[in-house]
């Protein structure tokens, strides 16, 4: 959830722009969603393939 929150902010500083549209700190504030997506998707994968497994 916090996460979320991080993006809304970069999007509302790139609204009033505080940032730019590819500023470091814009991609640095939406790291944290990539890095729970990716380890969401490993996590699902993992699961599958210990299912099909047993």
């Given amino acids: 959830m916090i996460t979320a929150v991080m993006v809304f902010i970069a999007g509302l500083l790139q609204m009033f ?21 990716m380890s969401l998707a490993v996590w699902l994968i993992v699961k599958i393939l210990s299912w099909l497994v047993y």
């Avoid at 500023?23 to 997506?37: F, H, I, N, R, T």
Wanted: aromatic share 10%; glycine share 20%; no cysteine.
């Fill in 17 to 37: 722009g505080i940032i730019g549209s590819y500023s470091a700190v814009k991609g640095l504030m939406a790291l944290p969603v990539g890095v729970y997506e």
